[in-house]
């Protein structure tokens, strides 16, 4: 996974929408969206404020991209593996939720 996948991935487990963190950035929507898909790489800067909104340590964008690139199972990587198992659920069970908040409205 790369950088602007992980990026996406834990701004939608958080349940927040690009818009909106965009703006808590002092950026575009536009602009995150070029990150998120791999068009533009994104500063460290940049990353720490992105954690810092999102309430994550900012490690966490790389894990994935470290994941991938390794070939040790050890426990390091079975944790991030689990890590990423749970963002993922996260990201499901809020998506269950808003569907569910649009056919009650």
Do not use: C, H
């Amino acid at each position: 996974m790369d950088l602007g996948k992980a990026i996406k991935l834990v701004r939608t487990a958080a349940g927040m929408r690009q818009g909106t963190v965009a703006k808590q950035l002092g950026v575009t929507a536009n602009y995150l969206s070029l990150i998120e898909n791999g068009k533009r790489e994104p500063s460290l800067s940049f990353l720490r404020k992105l954690a810092s909104a999102l309430g994550v340590p900012v490690g966490i964008f790389f894990f994935w991209q470290e994941a991938d690139s390794t070939k040790s199972a050890g426990r390091e990587l079975d944790t991030l593996k689990e890590l990423l198992t749970r963002l993922e659920a996260l990201y499901m069970q809020n998506s269950r939720k808003k569907r569910a908040k649009k056919r009650a409205a």
